[in-house]
Structure formats: structure tokens, C-alpha cells
């Protein structure tokens, strides 16, 4: 028999998992290009907060070269 405490880990770990999906797919609404727009700001702030750019682009599922052409573009 699964302990009380064995069954709220596996639910939280269910539904974090499914609001960080969720999350990476809501947080652009719009046209495309205001998307990429908003998706390039904030690559930007994070990376001025000190986020490395490889946990940028596993995040945002694109390429490490995308990520400093952002950054270097700004």
C-alpha cells in the first residue's frame, strides 16, 4: 500500500509536469512575430539576470547558435 505522502509526490510531480509544458506552449499568444519579439526579450532578460544559454535553449527548444544570435543582435 502506497503511503499518503508516496501519493502527493507523484500527483505533484504530475501536474508540475504538466503546467511546465503547458507553460513553455501558452506563453506566446498573438501573431508569430509579435511571439518572437516577446520570445527574444525575455531571452534577453534572462540572460542579464545570469541564466546560462544553454538552459535558454533546452527551455525554449531552439538551437544554443539561435540563442547567441539573440544575444548578440540586441
Do not use: T
Not at 500500500?1 to 504530475?14: C, P, R
Not at 545570469?50 to 548578440?72: L, M, T
Request: proline share 1%.
Amino acid at each position: 500500500m502506497l503511503g499518503v505522502d508516496k501519493i502527493i509526490y507523484i500527483l505533484y510531480n504530475s501536474i508540475y509536469n504538466i503546467i511546465s509544458i503547458n507553460y513553455k506552449y501558452m506563453l506566446f499568444k498573438g501573431s508569430p512575430a509579435k511571439e518572437l519579439k516577446k520570445r527574444n526579450k525575455l531571452i534577453i532578460k534572462l540572460i542579464k539576470k545570469g541564466v546560462r544559454k544553454e538552459q535558454i535553449a533546452v527551455r525554449f527548444d531552439i538551437g544554443i547558435s539561435r540563442v547567441y544570435q539573440i544575444w548578440n543582435k540586441r
